[in-house]
């Protein structure tokens, strides 16, 4: 069983960065692949980025490529949201999650632990 803690949300103007990050409890943490997904009011969950369980493999989601980059430290149980040049549009609930699929998993349906969001508010 794994525990999902995110953090790092917040207010920001468009432009700035934020960095989101998500602790993980449990021994088995680097046996996951870990995601990000978002949800903005009125709107379904979206895939926003993944990576698999050395890191080494990334996937991202066309609306935030080149601005946000996904990263782990196994040693930390910890998995980042590095966001940069932010826009109205990210602004949502942002989650993450663990799937014991190998690589890179865009699907929400195959990941097995959430964490409870982190609010990310951009304004113009």
């Known amino acids: 069983q794994v525990q999902l803690v995110e953090s790092g949300g917040g207010l920001v103007q468009a432009g700035n960065s934020l960095r989101l990050s998500c602790a993980a409890s449990?021994?088995?943490?680097?046996?996951?692949?870990m995601g990000w997904f978002r949800q903005a009011p009125g709107k379904g969950r979206e895939f926003v980025a993944s990576l698999g369980r050395s890191g080494s493999n990334t996937a991202y989601a066309d609306s935030v490529k080149g601005r946000f980059t996904i990263s782990r430290d196994n040693a930390k149980n910890t998995v980042y949201l590095q966001m940069n040049s932010l826009k109205p549009e990210d602004t949502a609930v942002y989650y993450c999650?663990?799937?014991?699929?190998?690589?890179?998993?865009?699907?929400?349906?195959?990941?097995?632990?959430w964490g409870q969001g982190t609010q990310v508010t951009v304004s113009s």
């Open positions: 999650a663990a799937s014991s699929m190998i690589g890179v998993v865009s699907n929400g349906a195959w990941y097995e632990h």
């Open positions: 449990g021994r088995t943490f680097s046996s996951y692949a």
